[in-house]
């Protein structure tokens, strides 16, 4: 059987204990354990993802520890932690949503658990998916799932997080659409685009076209997403007087 090197650790590999990235590099099955339960699948992954995501890990256990259990016992209310779901908390005060997974343990008990904490601005997917199968006794089994994905996020910025059932996900992307002041009007944004296009089709300067077709962009943007200035500010700041 084929062996490869490690590119993380180093260690030679047998054909069973390795995964082959998408770039072509390798990863042993060790080091893979040290990733979030999250990031899957890694042969999806390049290593340049893995890198990303080890220091995402880093950096995602300091500030859960140091930001989001002192807010666990905060009196505050302002300061309370909102929990969407197992394992998906907001630090609404602070900008910030931590994903928080365990590898290994039995039910509840032991493992050990792997932080990613994200700025709430760079949030722009949150979708529902749901699976079904059929158990060994031939009943059909539906597995329901949130699918996150995040702007200028280094490491894992793309996952899915399995939930109870669809409610837990209406409920969580009414939270979010609150939280970014959206009210998704596909049919308005699609009126805004068709501006676009008229304005490109009529005589102008192409500066004039150029700042009015940005405007619209923009505008169009902040009606699908919603505005994140403030939120990023206040994410920025929290990392900011953790990490210096």
Not at 55 to 65: A, N, P
Not at 81 to 88: H, K, Q, V, Y
Not at 200 to 226: C, F, P, R, W
Request: glycine share 8%; proline share 2%; aromatic share 12%.
């Amino acid at each position: 059987m084929a062996k490869h090197v490690c590119n993380h650790c180093g260690a030679e590999v047998g054909l069973l204990q390795q995964i082959k990235m998408r770039d072509g590099n390798y990863i042993c099955r060790k080091c893979a354990g040290k990733t979030h339960p999250l990031f899957v699948p890694a042969n999806e992954k390049t290593f340049s993802m893995f890198q990303e995501h080890l220091k995402q890990l880093e950096t995602g256990k300091v500030l859960y520890e140091k930001l989001f259990v002192p807010r666990k016992k905060s009196a505050d209310k302002a300061m309370q932690l909102d929990r969407l779901s197992a394992g998906i908390e907001v630090a609404k005060d602070i900008g910030l949503l931590a994903v928080v997974r365990k590898r290994g343990g039995f039910f509840i008990w032991g493992g050990t658990p792997y932080y990613m904490v994200f700025r709430l601005g760079d949030l722009f997917r949150y979708e529902y998916s749901s699976e079904r199968s059929k158990s060994a006794d031939g009943k059909t089994q539906v597995k329901h799932y949130i699918q996150f994905a995040f702007w200028d996020t280094p490491g894992c910025d793309e996952f899915r997080v399995n939930i109870t059932n669809e409610r837990t996900y209406t409920l969580a992307a009414k939270y979010f659409n609150q939280c970014f002041g959206i009210q998704r009007d596909v049919r308005s944004v699609g009126d805004m685009f068709r501006g676009v296009k008229t304005l490109m089709s009529k005589d102008a300067d192409n500066k004039a076209k150029e700042g009015a077709v940005e405007e619209l962009t923009q505008t169009a943007k902040i009606q699908l997403y919603g505005d994140r200035t403030e939120w990023i500010a206040k994410a920025n700041a929290a990392i900011q007087s953790i990490t210096g």
